[in-house]
Nanobody
Framework: QVQLVESGGGLVQAGGSLRLSCAAS????????VGWYRQVPGKQRELVAI???????NYLDSVKGRFTISRDSAKNTVSLQMKSVNPEDTAVYLC?????????WGQGTQVTVSS
């Protein structure tokens, strides 16, 4: 059974940095995509960053140049380096892994940016 556990969330001041990590276990098969989404109450979940198996990465326009997604296949971890954060980045951040065509989600980690 695939399990994803996020860590690294918390309270950060605007302009600061934060690094989120996601540890994956139980994966059997090809990982075709890894990514980070965020969820704000009352709003749709939105894709923040995604890394595809071919090496392509995509970012939400509002985080381009500030956030960087990275993966360590040997350690089965996915990270999101967040820089120059602002209050609009406040959300629950969820790790996502796609194994072949099956999607798996972590429980999420809260990121709160104070102004």
């Amino acid at each position: 059974q695939v399990q994803l556990v996020e860590s690294g969330g918390g309270l950060v001041q605007a302009g600061g940095s934060l690094r989120l990590s996601c540890a994956a276990s139980g994966i059997k098969g090809k990982v075709t995509a890894v990514g980070w989404y965020r969820q704000v109450p009352g709003k749709q979940r939105e894709l923040v960053a995604i890394s595809l198996s071919g090496g392509v990465t995509n970012y939400l326009d509002s985080v381009k140049g500030r956030f960087t997604i990275s993966r360590d296949s040997a350690k089965n971890t996915v990270s999101l380096q967040m820089k120059s954060v602002n209050p609009e980045d406040t959300a629950v951040y969820l790790c996502h892994v796609r194994v072949w065509s099956d999607d798996y989600w972590g429980q999420g980690t809260q990121v709160t940016v104070s102004s």
